[in-house]
């Protein structure tokens, strides 16, 4: 018995395996570049087919073409010309399939005076109806010398086609093709391919630089401090370039560059990256999203590998890092490097490691660190005369008031109204029907409070106040666990609804004097439960109580 392959089935499976449509121009630009091209031009548009919008992708070049091998290998399944070629990117056979997903396939290619063109008719289609599409060739002599081939793909994709813009595309071939290679950071002979792209949006053809774009280096530390002061260590930028080889496999060579970038460095050089404040284009990542570090074959990024580098959060993003590799081993699409020999792939790890340890303990990170440190120190200098300069306008402007030979401040905080109920109880401790046990506001209601001063803690049954500068509808924690609330003031009118973290409800209930010498009483109600929430809101008890009044410092107040 000989086992038998599913033509069909594989050629379909493939076609599929390209989940991201960029690929598609991945595949085309490695094709373009094996096959020694120095133009490439990739064009998308929309065109009217029997009524119908549909998408046309155009790709061409003018490289050494295909004879009748070269197209038979370029239709077929695991069939490369660029197998036994090293220095070729193609060797398994796949990637032009990804064409096959659209409603129509043209190629004409001239190569040795001959001109090709092959043609496939709903190719997709074919294969979900189980059998392989026909190709229909014709030959005929060139009209003249030129080689090339072009290739026009009707209908990719289901004809989606909100991946194309030109702001996306742009950016996939400077990132994740061999036209943005990294391979000009270890070759100093730099290519002369060229690329022009149009994308679906964009009325005119733009020409690509060839090879990835890493930002230029910052000048001394000192002089980016002197220049930028605070903000010195977002334009902080330093690369580091390694090669060598595998330790344990001193046969596989590796080059690795690790570009350390502040933000504003990051910011300034990849329009694509999202932040505040910025109208970012369609398409748009974060820097976590895309920075870090990527394993290479053929110079082109293939999958990313933070946990290589870095334990600490986000500290990872500070790189803008690639190590390549020609030992891994790829999967069909490219997709991911787990293919490679784990023994192989856990070595290729240490050396990385090592690498960015090397890094972190340079002089070079002592630089940033130090960079760092002084911003750091100026923001908070900064900081402190901003806020200095605030708070002697605001003492300008804030109410006093004096109770008993005590001066008291109307607060603009939490923290103040805590501050003013700690003054007032001292004075007058009878004044409120709790005494404080404990006070935190770091997580949880503020306070612990028993009932009396004379009954042993161990005894009394302890509850929970919490302060609020501000009472407002949007109460964040449980009514359940709470006494009493203490605040500076309410906006909240009477039987207006507050809701607790919970999504209890309760309505305010404001009770007005009915007596000389009573005050006006403000309760948190629900009738279906026992217990109503009392409120004091200081602003009004306080006056009513006690006669205390806030009023605006005046030029003579020393105080």
């Given at each position: ?21 960029l ?30 919008s ?51 396939i ?16 709903t ?59 990294i391979?000009?950071v ?151 490097i ?104 770091h ?11 004379t ?32 605040c ?70 020393v105080?």
């Amino acid at each position: 018995m000989i086992p038998t392959v599913n033509a069909t089935r594989e050629f379909l499976e493939i076609a599929n395996d390209f989940a991201n449509p960029l690929e598609l121009v991945r595949e085309a630009i490695s094709n373009s570049y094996d096959a020694n091209a120095s133009l490439i031009t990739v064009l998308f548009d929309v065109i009217q087919d029997c009524g119908e919008s549909v998408l046309r992708i155009r790709l061409q070049d003018n490289g050494e073409g295909m004879d009748r091998l070269g197209l038979q290998a370029f239709f077929d399944l695991g069939n490369s010309m660029s197998r036994e070629d090293p220095t070729k990117i193609g060797e398994k056979g796949h990637g032009t399939k990804v064409y096959f997903n659209s409603s129509r396939i043209r190629v004409v290619t001239y190569r040795n005076g001959e001109r090709l063109e092959a043609s496939v008719d709903t190719p997709f289609r074919s294969l979900h109806n189980g059998t392989i599409p026909q190709v229909k060739v014709s030959a005929g002599p060139s009209s003249d010398s030129r080689t090339g081939t072009e290739i026009e793909i009707i209908g990719y994709n289901n004809n989606r086609r909100d991946r194309f813009t030109h702001a996306i595309l742009k950016d996939y071939i400077l990132w994740f093709t061999k036209h943005g290679s990294i391979e000009h950071v270890f070759n100093t002979s730099k290519s002369n391919v060229r690329l022009r792209l149009q994308g679906l949006d964009s009325q005119t053809i733009e020409e690509i630089e060839v090879g990835h774009p890493f930002p230029g280096e910052s000048p001394s530390i000192t002089s980016l401090f002197d220049t930028h002061l605070a903000y010195a260590p977002d334009h902080y930028c330093k690369r580091i370039v390694r090669t060598g080889t595998l330790s344990d496999h001193p046969e596989v060579t590796f080059e690795a560059v690790f570009s350390i970038e502040g933000s504003r460095v990051k910011y300034d050089n990849n329009l694509m990256l999202r932040r505040s404040g910025y109208q970012s284009p369609k398409g748009a990542y974060t820097v976590q999203e895309r920075y870090g570090l990527w394993l290479c074959k053929d110079y082109i990024p293939i999958q990313r590998k933070n946990d290589w580098i870095g334990v600490k959060g986000t500290e990872y993003t500070r790189f803008h890092a690639f190590v390549n590799c020609q030992d891994l081993r790829l999967t069909a699409n490219r997709g991911s490097i787990e293919n490679t020999p784990s023994e192989k792939l856990s070595d290729l790890k240490n050396t990385v490691r090592q690498i960015y340890e090397d890094i972190v303990e340079s002089n070079d990170w002592r630089d940033l660190d130090w960079l760092e440190s002084q911003a750091g120190a100026f923001r908070t200098v900064e900081k402190e005369r901003r806020d200095y300069g605030w708070r002697v306008s605001r003492i300008n402007k804030t109410n006093i008031a004096v109770f008993e030979g005590t001066q008291l401040v109307e607060p603009t905080r939490e923290s103040g109204v805590f501050a003013l109920y700690i003054l007032v109880a001292q004075k007058k401790p009878e004044l409120f029907p709790f005494y404080v046990l404990d006070y935190d506001t770091h997580e949880g209601i503020d306070v612990i409070v028993k009932s009396d001063a004379t009954t042993p803690i161990s005894q009394s049954k302890l509850f929970y106040v919490e302060f609020k500068h501000i009472l407002t509808k949007d109460f964040n924690h449980s009514f359940e666990n709470v006494h009493s609330i203490v605040c500076w003031d309410t906006q909240i009118k009477h039987s207006e609804t507050v809701e607790d973290i919970t999504g209890e409800t309760r309505k305010l209930m404001i009770v007005q004097p009915e007596k000389e010498g009573d005050y006006t009483k403000y309760f948190l109600d629900n009738e279906q439960k026992a217990r109503k929430v009392e409120v004091f809101v200081l602003k009004s008890y306080l006056k009513e109580k006690l006669g205390i009044d806030f009023k605006p410092r005046t030029t003579a107040s020393v105080l």
